[in-house]
Nanobody
Framework: QVQLVESGGGLVQAGGSLRLSCAASGRTFNIYAMGWFRQAPGKEREFVAVIRRSGSYIKYADSVKGRFIISRDNAKNTVYLQMNSLKPEDTANYYC????????????????WGQGTQVTVSS
């Protein structure tokens, strides 16, 4: 099993920045990909960004490309999401996800999930 704990959410004004962290524990050697998803009230959970264990491949949703940066520190079993130029439409609960096999943009493709951290962007 793998446990994921997110941190770093909060309230920020439009145009501001936040850095989310996701610390993994347990059978972390099993993790192939780690990603971020988000879910706004009344909407489905959607893909934000994903990174392979080696860091050799990264993918972003079009809505965050150029503003968000995903990175990982394997020594700390932690993945980060640097969010810049935040917009009110980025307001959501942000979830960290990990999987031992899959690397993709589909929610169902991830086995392990954190509890989420709330990001609120005011206009």
């Amino acid at each position: 099993q793998v446990q994921l704990v997110e941190s770093g959410g909060g309230l920020v004004q439009a145009g501001g920045s936040l850095r989310l962290s996701c610390a993994a524990s347990g059978r972390t050697f099993n993790i192939y990909a780690m990603g971020w998803f988000r879910q706004a009230p009344g909407k489905e959970r959607e893909f934000v960004a994903v990174i392979r264990r080696s860091g050799s491949y990264i993918k972003y949703a079009d809505s965050v490309k150029g503003r968000f940066i995903i990175s990982r520190d394997n020594a700390k079993n932690t993945v980060y999401l640097q969010m810049n130029s935040l917009k009110p439409e980025d307001t959501a609960n942000y979830y960290c996800a990990a999987d031992p096999v899959n690397f993709g943009v589909v929610v169902a493709g991830y086995r392990y999930w954190g509890q989420g951290t709330q990001v609120t962007v005011s206009s």
